[in-house]
């Protein structure tokens, strides 16, 4: 599976960005999907998660800000990201990992990374 992430870019706070990545190989039915970003200075975090139970997970800080949202016959996530935040500034990664059951919290967990895009948020 080969991962590659686009739409990072540089927004002002409150502003809205869409990170998507498309994943070639295999289909993503049975894959837990996930975006992780990494500020400077500090570890990779995930962010948010698609687990193909049907399930998805929010970190705290972007609950009701961000969704995660997942086509399996396009073999893409999305990362919508609305009211964005300084502090949001990050690398973003899309991950993806092998998992038909199960949930996936952790960076050694996810098999498949993106190469990674960039999102500045102004204040």
Known sequence: VQLQASGGGVVPAGGSLK???IASGR????YALAWFR???????ELVAASW??????YEDSVKGRFTISRDNDKNT???QM???KPED?????????????GVYYWEYE???????TQVTVSS
């Open 52 to 57: 193909s139970g049907g399930s998805t997970y």
């Open 27 to 30: 289909t993503f039915s049975s």
């Open 19 to 21: 990170l998507s990545c």
């Open 38 to 44: 990494q500020a400077a200075g500090k570890e990779r």
């Open 110 to 116: 996810y098999d498949y990374w993106g190469q990674g």
């Open 77 to 79: 996530v999305s990362l």
């Open 89 to 101: 500034t990050a690398v973003y990664y899309c991950a993806a990992t092998l998992g038909v059951t």
């Open 82 to 84: 609305k009211t964005l």
